[in-house]
T-cell receptor, first 114, second 112 residues
Framework: AQSVTQPDIHITVSEGASLELRCNYS??????LFWYVQSPGQGLQLLLK??????LVQGIKGFEAEFKRSQSSFNLRKPSVHWSDAAEYFC????????????FGSGTKLNVKP | EAQVTQNPRYLITVTGKKLTVTCSQN?????MSWYRQDPGLGLRQIYY???????DKGDVPEGYKVSRKEKRNFPLILESPSPNQTSLYFC???????????FGPGTRLTVL
């Protein structure tokens, strides 16, 4: 079945530590890939997206993500986490079979320890 | 200022009482979409619209209706709400479907 999987429901990291959030998808041919962030009580904001080309994508707020075709993964990374990064992060996919449909993962909630 | 607005922001209603959640945008974008967000399930697409008078089902359309009579508005209609439609609803807008989506502030709906 087609799916977007974020295996980590909650992650806690210390401020200043590095971060990696995992995302795997199963949609056949390379889809369009996105990472969104949702701060408490807010809507979602785009962090970065991958359509084609360079597999390492830079986004806002110091985030980056790497597309690995062989692993069907699009993991989000940040070298040094700030307390303001505490939020919920969603991976999303637009499959190449239907550009009108968005599929979101179940989200990873990030806590940042001082 | 570019905006996506939703009304109401909060709504408590009873089973079977028809309701409409409005979504309006001033960004002149073609694509609009409705999602529901439930704990542990992320966001699931209910309906989307590629342009005026063009709508299609997302992943979870049962119990919902939409219309797109004009470019800026995309209301979500619950003809006979049920408790399993209690959720947080988001409207989103983008230039084209696969572009960055801009989300509204959300509508928290409780159906008793």
């Amino acid at each position: 079945a087609q799916s977007v999987t974020q295996p980590d429901i909650h992650i806690t990291v210390s401020e200043g530590a590095s971060l990696e959030l995992r995302c795997n998808y199963s949609y056949g041919a390379t889809p369009y890939l996105f990472w969104y962030v949702q701060s408490p009580g807010q809507g979602l904001q785009l962090l970065l997206k991958y359509f084609s080309g360079d597999t390492l994508v830079q986004g806002i707020k110091g985030f980056e993500a790497e597309f690995k075709r062989s692993q069907s993964s699009f993991n989000l990374r940040k070298p040094s986490v700030h307390w303001s990064d505490a939020a919920e992060y969603f991976c999303a996919v637009v499959p190449s079979s239907n550009f009108n449909k968005f599929y979101f993962g179940s989200g990873t909630k990030l806590n940042v320890k001082p | 200022e570019a905006q996506v607005t939703q009304n109401p922001r909060y709504l408590i209603t009873v089973t079977g009482k028809k309701l409409t959640v409005t979504c309006s945008q001033n960004m002149n974008h073609e694509y609009m979409s409705w999602y529901r967000q439930d704990p542990g399930l992320g966001l699931r697409q209910i309906y989307y619209s590629m342009n005026v008078e063009v709508t299609d089902k997302g992943d979870v359309p049962e119990g919902y209706k939409v219309s797109r009579k004009e470019k800026r508005n995309f209301p979500l209609i619950l003809e006979s709400p049920s408790p399993n439609q209690t959720s947080l609803y988001f409207c989103a807008v983008s230039r084209q479907s696969y572009n960055e989506q801009f989300f509204g502030p959300g509508t928290r709906l409780t159906v008793l």
